[in-house]
């Protein structure tokens, strides 16, 4: 448990508790964040001002405080969209890159931090803020549930992910460039996506195509909103810990936002999904593609 009084400050231009005012990472506003730590500015120019494509810096309303760990904001494209799917692939593809870029800097803090990648869509997603951007964290401690994931890789007689593959079939939504969508047999939420490797590949590092990851997850999250008539989306990655398992296979959930999360899950941790891993399937392989 994390006690972060900061957070409560944070501004919001969705949900009950938004205000009007200006989008502090629209461009413009680069004084109302951080220091950038990551930016492509193609036409060069001072930092933290405009002309950037893609921007990382601190989060101003940090879940934990800089001296214990990390807590940065990825601000996917300068446009004011509220999707992933907005996106262009361009776009998609150049954010999925800073992703690995700001991951692999936290990976590699001398503090032995434990990175977390997640992104918040729509404001029954936990998104304060409507402007599309993702939120990476470095931990001074190990999470117990990514450490119970971990550990049950390296004891499973197979790589789970590579078992689910295998026997994925008609729950398999998308494949291609190396990456496979399907909705796995046991969901961690109802209406859950998975994106994985189509061969074994334990880290999320240079040797993945991460533009290639982008455009898929574009697509994915354009369909699984249009599947469920659901615009709020969870996605986070799991990818082994710097020095973890090679047994571990990387993987990103894709979570659309059905319902609330109740007393059931959060008190007993049972999940009752409301759709079967093949009808979720099927719904998102007959919704439309992205333009």
């Known amino acids: 448990m994390l006690v972060a009084p900061s957070r409560a400050e944070r501004p919001h231009d969705v949900g009950p508790r938004a205000k009007a005012g200006a989008c502090p990472f629209c461009p413009g506003n680069e004084a109302e964040t951080p220091p950038e730590v990551l930016v492509e500015r193609p036409g060069g120019g001072p930092p933290d001002g405009p002309g950037w494509l893609v921007r ?9 405080p800089p ?11 300068p446009r004011h969209v509220g999707r992933f799917a907005d996106l262009t692939d ?17 990976a590699g803090d001398p503090r032995g931090l434990w990175p977390f990648l997640f992104l918040n869509q729509g404001a029954e997603a936990g998104a ?29 007689a197979r790589c789970p992910v590579c078992a689910e593959l295998a026997t994925a079939g008609e729950r398999v939504i998308a494949e ?33 195509d991460h533009a290639a990851v982008g455009r898929l997850v574009r697509r994915l999250l354009t369909r699984l909103g249009a599947a469920f008539d659901a615009p709020a989306a969870n996605l986070w990655l799991h990818a082994r810990h710097p020095g973890g398992t090679d047994r571990y296979h990387w993987h990103l959930d894709a979570v659309p936002r059905l319902g609330t999360l109740a007393g059931l899950e959060l008190g007993a941790g049972v999940v009752a999904a409301a759709h079967s891993p093949e009808a979720v399937a099927e719904r998102v392989r007959g919704a439309p593609e992205p333009v």
């Open 176 to 208: 291609g460039e190396g990456l496979v969508a399907y909705v796995p047999e046991v969901p961690p939420l109802s209406g859950t996506v998975r994106v994985a490797p189509a061969r074994h590949a334990p880290a999320w590092d240079e040797q993945t």
């Open 90 to 106: 361009e776009e998609a593809a150049r954010a999925a890159g800073a992703w690995a870029e700001r991951l692999a800097a936290v």
């Open 67 to 77: 001296e214990d760990g990390v807590h940065e904001v990825i601000v996917n494209t």
């Open 128 to 156: 304060s803020l409507e402007h599309t951007h993702a939120q990476l964290v470095g931990l001074p401690f190990a999470p117990p549930h990514l450490v119970a994931r971990e550990r049950a890789f390296a004891e499973a």
């Open 56 to 64: 990382a810096f601190q989060n101003k309303f940090p879940a934990l």
